[in-house]
Nanobody, 115 residues
């Protein structure tokens, strides 16, 4: 079993920064892919960014240039540094890890961008 715990969600003003963290524990094998997804009210969950064990990254077009995903393999931790936040970034952000045998999800952390 694998557990993922996200932290860092908060209320932030438009234009501000925020950093999310996700720590994984349990039977985490390598290689793997860790990622961040988000789900706004009334919308489907969507990919924000993901990163492989060897640090290759993919970003959604809507966050390119504003968000940066990174990871610390030794700590089984993935980060999402967000900047220039917009109200449309408001959502529950979920951490995800893709292993060879299955996918695991965290419980989510709320990010609200509002003045």
């Amino acid at each position: 079993q694998v557990q993922l715990v996200e932290t860092g969600g908060s209320l932030v003003q438009p234009g501000g920064p925020l950093r999310l963290s996700c720590v994984g524990s349990g039977s985490i094998s390598s290689p793997n892919v860790m990622g961040w997804y988000r789900q706004a009210p009334g919308k489907e969950r969507e990919l924000v960014a993901r990163i492989t064990t060897d640090h290759r990254t993919i970003y959604a077009d809507s966050v390119k240039g504003r968000f940066t995903i990174s990871r610390d393999n030794a700590k089984n931790t993935v980060y999402l540094q967000m900047s220039s936040l917009k109200p449309e970034d408001t959502a529950v952000y979920y951490c995800n890890i893709q292993l060879l045998e299955r996918v695991y999800w965290g419980q989510g952390t709320q990010v609200t961008v509002s003045s």
